[in-house]
């Protein structure tokens, strides 16, 4: 008969079963008796199956005819990026109640001489490898557009950079919204994308973002939406989800859709960290963050919404969670080399795992620890014992492993788990609800099949 896949799942699904195959991008609604025939195969048992059974399953790749292969996910490659974040500064015009930088504390701006030799280094890196494209981002633990000087004169020599190796150029910032008219026009003209934080209607977003004098900032991130709206910029949303709003995602997901174009919203609940330590500002429940995040999301479906949580992705397939995995390359204000985006200081406790480089003055250089790149390169999903057995695995790929590490759970998995676990399975249950409202761009093939031989029995 052939192998069973690797990595084959069975999620009871009301009176069925789903039979779920990730890597090979199929998912069966069928009942207990195929279920326990396909379990039986797992363990190795010879198992009688009708011959249109049979057939359906190596179609799908769920019987594999030939070696176990074809499973694997991209391998790694050499540090040798095209794609820099360069965190310009650690100021910022809002004191948020949650931030995980405890931005605006510690107002260090990034040196022109910094930024320049990461954007050189990406156009080195483009023409030994013969690339096409490179990409630039701003990010970090302050508002990227206060370093305004850093911020317009980078994009400038990027530009100019790209012209003359006739490259492509993407350039993304991910802002507080908080800008003047010059500012957000000078972005819709010369970036290519936003992520903007807006945590909800006026109340919640004044609570939670205020500015250091404690007045509101919602009319002032609503104007730069404004702007970005009348120039079809191309932007998304990100909340944070605390126990003040989220009892009202479906809420938010309305008021985002009534008020501004964009048709990109995250949702990520608060992550206990930062000045959350000194404002003690607790993360929502998390059966509430579940419960009303499974609303949202079927309410965002209806409207034609993409609507995000990170750890929940059925449409990514992945071994990492991310890029910081394989060694992101983002530069702090100092000069520091990061490859998580939230840890941006030295002085975070997670620092000896996520950064591994610094820009020496000297030799006007980025100086790369290769053997921190390597033990980075270990927290992919083939690595983690904790992960083995989860149908969710090559989707969340072990989770953020900044908040991983923060909770010390490196050897048990995170805490967000549950979490991920429940709305993974809830996504994969939406594409049979309605097969034409699905996840837009989702690759699993979705495939009704209720009905097997209900007399032929595994044989083990």
């Not at 508002?143 to 993407?170: C, F, G, M």
């Not at 930062?274 to 419960?291: A, I, L, M, S």
């Amino acid at each position: 008969m052939g192998n069973i896949t690797r990595d084959l799942f069975c999620l009871p699904y009301k009176e069925h079963f789903i039979i779920y195959a990730p890597l090979k991008g199929v998912a069966i609604l069928t009942n207990a008796d195929m279920a326990e025939a396909l379990w039986y195969l797992q363990q190795g048992y010879e198992v009688s199956l009708p011959d249109f059974i049979e057939e359906l399953l190596i179609s799908v790749g769920i019987i594999e005819q030939q070696s176990l292969s074809g499973n694997e996910i991209p391998k790694e490659r050499k540090w040798a990026p095209t794609h820099v974040t360069i965190f310009p500064t650690a100021d910022c015009n809002l004191r948020c109640v949650y931030c995980y930088a405890s931005g605006g504390e510690n107002p260090q701006y990034m040196k022109w001489e910094i930024a320049k030799a990461a954007i050189d280094l990406l156009f080195k890196n483009a023409q030994e490898q013969g690339a096409k494209e490179v990409t630039l981002g701003f990010h970090g633990g302050g508002e990227p557009t206060l370093a305004w000087d850093i911020l317009t004169r980078s994009v400038d020599y990027a530009k100019r950079l790209a012209e003359r190796d006739n490259l492509s150029l993407q350039i993304y910032i991910a802002t507080n919204g908080v800008l003047n008219k010059r500012k957000a026009e000078w972005i819709t003209k010369h970036l290519s994308g936003a992520t903007v934080s807006l945590d909800g209607p006026p109340d919640i977003q004044n609570l939670q973002r205020p500015t250091p004098n404690r007045k509101g900032s919602y009319q002032s991130v609503a104007n730069t939406l404004f702007i970005f709206d009348e120039a079809n910029f191309n932007y998304g949303i990100r909340s944070t989800i605390t126990p003040m709003n989220v009892g009202r995602l479906v809420e938010m997901v309305e008021f985002f859709h009534d008020n501004f174009r964009t048709k990109s919203y995250h949702f990520e609940p608060l992550f206990f960290c930062g000045r959350c330590k000194t404002t003690q500002w607790q993360p929502p429940n998390p059966n509430e963050f579940v419960q009303n995040f499974k609303l949202a999301y079927k309410r965002a479906n209806e409207l034609g919404i993409h609507l995000a949580f990170s750890g929940a992705r059925l449409q990514t397939l992945t071994s990492t969670f991310c890029g910081a995995i394989d060694g992101n390359f983002a530069v702090t204000p100092e000069g520091y080399v990061t490859a998580c985006f939230e840890v941006c200081s030295v002085e975070d406790e997670r620092a000896g795992l996520f950064m591994y480089g610094k820009y020496d003055h000297e030799q006007k250089y980025f100086l790369i620890d290769e053997q921190k790149l390597k033990n980075l390169r270990k927290y992919n999903v083939n690595n983690l014992p904790w992960c083995a057995n989860c149908f969710a695995k090559w989707h969340c790929a072990g989770d953020c492993l900044a908040k991983v590490a923060a909770t010390n759970c490196l050897m048990r998995g995170s805490t967000r788990c549950s979490i991920i676990r429940e709305l993974t399975a809830y996504q994969l249950f939406m594409l049979f609800e309605n097969l034409e409202g699905g996840e837009e761009k989702c690759p699993i093939r979705v495939i009704h099949h209720p009905t097997t031989a209900s007399n032929q029995k595994a044989n083990p």
